[in-house]
Structure formats: C-alpha cells, structure tokens
C-alpha cells in the first residue's frame, strides 16, 4: 500500500467517526465509530496491520503523547478545583470505587487486563496512551486490545447512568423553584444566584503570557512544549522513574499555566490540539490489528465484566451507602462518578441536553444548569485530565 493512501484512509475513518457523531448530536460517539471501523478493516483483511506504520503517522506518534499532556495540564485552573472541594473529593473517590470494583473481577479478567483498563476507566485518551504502550512493550497484546476498546465504548456505558441521575436531580431542582414560586410570587432564583456571587470580587492580575501575547506564535507554543517534555524526563531519571515524564509534564503544564507564564490549552494557541488528538490515537489503534473473531468474544465477556463492576461498585458505595452525602445528592454523586468515563465535552452536552429536557422556562434550564454543570464537568476534567494521567503513571508500573 502506498504511504499517501495509507493516510487519506486513516484520516478519512476519523472523519466518517466526526460525521456521524455531528448527525447523531454526539448520541453515537465519534472514536467509538472510528475504533470499531478500524477493528472491523483489520479483522477482514481489508487494512494491514501495519497501516499506521505504513502511513509515517506511528513514527510521528512516538513524540506526540507527553505534549498533549503538558497541554492538558495547561488547562487545569488549580482555584476551581480547590473552590469545587466537595465535587473534586467525589470525584477521587469514584475513581478509587472503580479501582475497587475491577480489582474484585481480576479472576475472571487477569491481572494484566485489570490493570490497563482501570486508568482507562478513570480516564481518557492519554490515560489509554500510556496504559496500551506500556502492555504493548510488555508484551501484553490482548491487555492492550481490552483497554483500547474499553476506551472506545466507555461513553456509552457512562451516558446512561449519568443522563438519568442528572433527569432525577433536575426535577428536584424545578420542583424546589416552583414551590418557591408558589410561596412568593416575587422569587426570583436569579436573585439568589446574583448574591452569591457578589461575594468574590476581587480583581485577577493580567497574566504574564497576556501581556505578551503576540510572540505566542505556533512554533513558540511547540517548542515550550518540548522544552516542558525534556524537563519532564530529566525529572523522570531523577526520581528513578517511579513519578513518571507523564506525570511531570502534567505537573509542569498545571503549574506553568497557574503562575501566568504560558497560554492554557497551549496547544490549541498553537492550533496543533486537533493533530496531535490524531497522533495519540495512531499510537493506540494499532493494537486493534492483532485481536482475531474469537478474541473478540473474549474481550467483549471481559468489557461486560469490568464496567458492570464499575457501575455496582459505584451504586453501592455511593448511592446505597452514604457516600453520597460528601455533595449532599444521591443523583449528583452517581452523576459525578460517571464522569470519569465521560470527561469533557461530554459531560458538558449532557447537562446542556438535561436542563432543556426538563426546564420550562429560562430561569428552570439556568437553575438546572447551575446545580448540575459544575459538579458534571469539573468531575468530568480533573479525572480525565489529571487524576487519570497520575494513576496511569504509577500503574504502568505493575504491568
């Protein structure tokens, strides 16, 4: 196969995955499209396997994963997380639910499996990147395979749970306003919100990347972010390898974004986020080429296995037992906990779709919102975006 063909293919099956999320309003989603498209080509002969290599993009993939963590890093805002505590704790502790509730299938799914699918579950792309190299180099084929598709249909587990914890929640919230209203013909929920936000009004410095934000061209943003991926593996020798480079450039691009001296979301400054999305994705695809019919079927048990553990786990602990009460809801807890296999923008849509399912009226569809947005998309961005690169650091290591 020629190397130019080879790419227009790859590229084009990520963009029947767009095209068919932006038709189905983000219901069918698009890498589970394209991860299914390319398993299926793989398994009838119709692509090599070795297609990613043939196309130049696994070679190009190889230096793109601690970069687009660096970035993610850049998108932490380090004073919502520590204002949103009780959300953030939650959050931490679904994620350490899920482990719990994997850990208890490990005879039926194998240590390995267990292990690259639990920062999969608590996480997103990178999460996966670093889990499927990591069973790869091991050796560990069917283990790669498991979290590449755990990866690929983890929304789908996640969408349901979280839409129908959100429906529940945002009744109680319309109900509680049309009571109000019911009491007082002149309560005003925007009131309410206006006094509380009133009570922060302390003005923010304009930050240092601001104030110079003209040389903040596409190759200044590249090369800041290699600079952060080089001190990110320096600090990765000096600590013996137990903190890994991923967890270093996260560290690094938190920390650099807060103090003021970079853009957040540096890469998509650079308008390069889409492309190295694309190369991230090349770097786990591949292990789709080595899973046959029969291990499909395998792997299929494994999947059922694993996320029915995430979600009993998740409803016992958090719904059944009190763990719900750390934000005060049962809904909102399950929802939260959900998150971790959503993430952003995902968690997002959903609650946007909620508040106009259930809102009546602008002040209902705000009031919804409000109550259940930040929970969803915070818990849905610090798992995805930092927690899960950590535990996927420290992970690796048990392979």
């Known amino acids: 196969m020629d190397q130019w063909i080879a790419i227009v293919l790859v590229l084009g099956l990520f963009a029947v995955g767009d095209v068919v999320s932006s038709i189905t309003g983000a219901r069918i989603s698009s890498v589970f499209v394209t991860l299914i498209l390319f398993l299926v080509l793989f398994m009838t002969g119709i692509f090599p396997g070795d297609i990613m290599t043939i196309s130049g993009l696994q070679g190009a993939a190889a230096v793109a994963g601690q970069v687009l963590v660096f970035h993610m890093g850049t998108n932490i805002n380090i004073r919502q997380l520590l204002k949103e505590w009780r959300t953030l704790l939650l959050a931490v502790i679904s994620m350490v639910v899920a482990m719990i509730g994997v850990f208890c299938v490990v005879p039926l799914v194998g240590w390995d499996s267990a292990v690259v699918a639990i920062p999969i579950v608590n996480g997103g792309i990178v999460a996966t990147n670093i889990m499927v190299d990591a069973a790869l180099a091991k050796g560990a084929t069917m283990a790669a395979a498991l979290g590449t598709l755990a990866y690929g249909v983890q929304k789908f587990v996640g969408t349901i749970p979280a839409s129908r914890m959100g429906l529940a929640e945002a009744r109680l919230v319309v109900a509680d306003i049309r009571a109000k209203h019911a009491a007082d013909p002149n309560y ?212």
């Open 188 to 399: 005003s929920w925007y009131a309410e919100r206006d006094a509380a936000l009133h009570k922060d009004g302390a003005a923010e410095k304009t930050p240092f990347w601001k104030k110079h934000e003209k040389i903040w061209s596409t190759y200044v943003c590249l090369f800041v972010c290699y600079v952060a991926n080089e001190i990110g593996e320096i600090l990765a020798g000096f600590s013996g390898g137990f903190i890994t480079t991923s967890i270093w450039c996260l560290i690094l691009g938190c920390l650099a974004a807060q103090i003021g001296i970079v853009p957040p979301k540096i890469l998509d400054k650079a308008k390069s986020s889409g492309f190295f999305m694309v190369l991230v994705y090349v770097s786990i695809i591949a292990s789709l080429a080595t899973i046959s019919f029969s291990d499909l079927v395998d792997l299929s048990v494994d999947l059922v296995l694993i996320f029915g553990a995430v979600i009993i786990a998740t409803f016992v602990f958090l719904y059944v037992l009190p763990g719900w009460k750390i934000v005060g809801s049962k809904n909102l807890a399950v929802g939260i906990a959900m998150a971790q296999l959503l993430g952003y923008p995902a968690t997002y849509m959903i609650t946007q779709e909620i508040a106009h399912a259930v809102g009546e009226t602008d002040e209902e569809v705000e009031a919804i919102s409000a109550r259940i947005e930040p929970a969803y998309v915070l818990a849905g961005f610090a798992t995805v975006t930092s927690f899960s690169i950590v535990i996927a650091g420290f992970f690796v290591n048990l392979l």
